[in-house]
């Protein structure tokens, strides 16, 4: 079973954001990535034609989700599975 959840480490304990449907004594691996959120300029990542290229982008959220939706795994394994094979 693969499960990705948000958690907040308090006190030394590692504390789900949500309610975990898990059986008590259940004995996990956990893989900790931060979440800390992007704080930067964004702009600088892309060319002002890409910008403007990317308003004209006719990609719908059910497109987005299908595509989503086919990655095995979590997207950050992809991710990370795209980068090794640089």
């Not at 931060?34 to 403007?52: K, L, M, N, R, V």
Request: net charge negative.
């Amino acid at each position: 079973m693969r499960k990705t959840f948000e958690a907040v480490y308090e006190n030394g304990v590692l504390r789900p954001v949500q309610r975990l449907s898990l059986p008590d004594q259940l004995r996990v691996t956990v893989t900790i990535s931060d979440t800390t959120p992007f704080e930067g300029d964004a702009s600088a990542y892309f060319s002002a034609e890409e910008w403007e290229a990317a308003l004209r982008d006719e990609i719908s959220l059910d497109e987005v989700r299908q595509a989503l939706s086919s990655i095995d795994g979590s997207l950050s394994d992809a991710v990370i599975a795209l980068r090794e094979e640089r």
